[in-house]
Antibody, heavy 118, light 106 residues
Framework: QVTLKESGPGILQPSQTLSLTCTFS??????????VGWIRQPSGKGLEWLAN???????YYNPSLKNRLTISKDTSNNQAFLKITNVDTADTATYYC??????????WGQGASVTVSS | DIQMTQSPASLSASLEEIVTITCQAS??????LSWYQQKPGKSPQLLIH???SLADGVPSRFSGSRSGTQYSLKINRLQVEDTGIYYC????????FGGGTKLELK
């Protein structure tokens, strides 16, 4: 059974760096073709893809946010990470991580709510 | 960047009705198109991948099709549990979601 769970700070202040962790089970990020993606969703709005990391450590970012995003992984501990620098209120959202199998995002975590507020 | 124009933005349909949602890609994305359903307060669930392939455990009343750069999700015989918001996702290049379609029962 594949499970993913996101964790984060809950609330942070503008200009800080948001650090998110995705802890997963049921698959390995060292397996060929496997990846983890990050997606966010402001309350009441649509989905926005942020970044992907692949089994071979290849990384892809949303061009509109690329300068602020860093994705990484810890294969041994079945975790993936996302950092967003210099946050502001527009970064307030629910953040999801999802498993990717040969480009198909087939399993999602429950989401972690993040609020940016002074 | 590839844009995905999803329509309609909202839709009200009756039980047992046939429903179609479309996504228009701004350029060729091949079959790198998935469809998701999201219920309130829940994470999205995969319905269709590779434009036409039904995901495991998804009822056969859901189907996907492609005509050039236009992709469609069809729900045959709409059921109560099919209400929610539907999104397409292109995963060909710099992935992008469609804007979503809110499906309600009439």
């Amino acid at each position: 059974q594949v499970t993913l769970k996101e964790s984060g700070p809950g609330i942070l202040q503008p200009s800080q760096t948001l650090s998110l962790t995705c802890t997963f089970s049921g698959f390995s990020l060292s397996t060929y073709g496997m990846g983890v993606g990050w997606i966010r969703q402001p309350s009441g709005k649509g989905l926005e893809w942020l970044a992907n990391i692949w089994w071979d450590d290849d990384k892809y970012y949303n061009p509109s946010l690329k300068n602020r995003l860093t994705i990484s992984k810890d294969t041994s501990n079945n975790q993936a990470f996302l950092k967003i620098t210099n946050v502001d209120t527009a970064d307030t959202a629910t953040y999801y991580c999802a498993r990717i199998v040969t480009t198909v995002m087939d399993a999602w975590g429950q989401g972690a709510s993040v609020t940016v507020s002074s | 960047d590839i844009q995905m124009t999803q329509s309609p933005a909202s839709l009200s349909a009756s039980l047992e009705e046939i429903v179609t949602i479309t996504c228009q890609a701004s350029q060729d994305i091949g079959n790198y198109l998935s469809w998701y359903q999201q219920k309130p307060g829940k994470s999205p669930q995969l319905l269709i991948h590779s434009a036409t392939s039904l995901a495991d455990g998804v009822p056969s009343r859901f189907s996907g099709s492609r005509s050039g750069t236009q992709y469609s999700l069809k729900i045959n015989r709409l059921q109560v549990e099919d209400t929610g918001i539907y999104y397409c996702l292109q995963h060909y290049s710099a992935w992008t979601f469609g804007g979503g379609t809110k499906l309600e029962l009439k």
